[in-house]
């Protein structure tokens, strides 16, 4: 694929960004606790990485992101994160994140089942509706 322009090849780079960053559970999961709390406020980690569909210690979880998950995330601008307290809080990108994140629940009832089988968190959230 050739881009015409600079802005072009860099708007193709940011959404393959995006997806890229929401490819691992722990991610999608930080992204969606922050969208739950408020606008200002940490969350603590490795809590909110916590997903019932992974089963990890929370040891072996904290390291994965400290060297892997929280970089990416800061990278893309979508989080701020601190070792001391370990949590974390709404970047500057966060938005985009959370458009994605919002428009998957805006939509759980067109998800194909395939999509929904043996997924805890969007299968909890199709039973809600």
């Known amino acids: 694929m050739s881009f015409d322009s600079p ?15 929401l490819s691992a559970g722990p991610r999608r999961e930080i992204i969606i ?3 739950d709390a408020p606008l200002d406020q940490r969350v ?6 916590e997903s019932p569909n ?4 929370s040891e072996t979880l904290a390291v994965k992101l400290r060297h892997h998950h929280l970089p990416k995330l800061a990278d893309a601008g979508y989080v701020r994160w601190e070792s001391e307290p370990f949590c974390v809080q709404r970047g500057p990108n966060f938005a985009e994140a959370e458009f994605i994140v919002e428009k998957v629940f805006e939509s ?8 929904l089988t043996n997924c805890r968190v969007l299968g909890e959230l199709a039973a809600d509706d």
């Open 7 to 21: 802005n072009e090849q860099k708007w193709a780079e940011r959404w393959d960004q995006l997806f890229d960053v």
């Open 33 to 35: 606790s922050l969208r």
């Open 44 to 49: 603590l980690l490795p809590d909110a990485a």
């Open 54 to 57: 992974q089963s990890m210690d």
């Open 108 to 115: 759980i009832e067109e998800i194909p089942d395939s999509l």
